[in-house]
């Protein structure tokens, strides 16, 4: 089993930046792809960003792609997920995931992922 808490979230302007960490602990994260996804409401769950168990590649949803930076520390068990010009149609709960592999693979789908966060909320206001 692996155990994925998500922080970082909050309220910020339009134009502003948050980070996102997402902390593992259970299993060797290493061994772990990672994701990050989001949930607005009343819509389905989209694919964010996602990570390498060695952090050398990464994948970006194209609305993401430019402001939002995916990385990982290995030493300290944790995801980070760096987000600047959020606007407000980022509005969301953002969840971690992660996947047993040390193969590269862009998963885009949640359905590719073992385990989940519980999820952290960003509110972008205009």
């Known amino acids: 089993q692996v155990q994925l808490v998500e922080s970082g979230g909050g309220l910020v302007q339009a134009g502003g930046s948050l980070r996102l960490s997402c902390a593992a602990s259970g299993r060797t994260f290493s061994n772990y792809a990672m994701g990050w996804f989001r949930q607005a409401p009343g819509k389905e769950r989209d694919f964010v960003a996602a990570?390498?168990?060695?952090?050398?590649?990464?994948d970006y949803a194209d609305s993401v792609k430019g402001r939002f930076t995916i990385s990982r520390d290995n030493t300290k068990n944790t995801m980070y997920l760096q987000m600047n010009s959020l606007k407000p149609e980022d509005t969301a709960v953002y969840y971690c995931?992660?996947?047993?592999?040390?193969?590269?693979?862009?998963?885009?789908?949640?359905?590719?992922?073992?385990?989940w966060g519980q999820g952290t909320q960003v509110t972008v206001s205009s």
């Open positions: 990570i390498s168990w060695s952090g050398a590649y990464s």
């Open positions: 995931a992660a996947k047993f592999s040390t193969v590269w693979d862009p998963r885009r789908r949640g359905t590719e992922y073992d385990y």
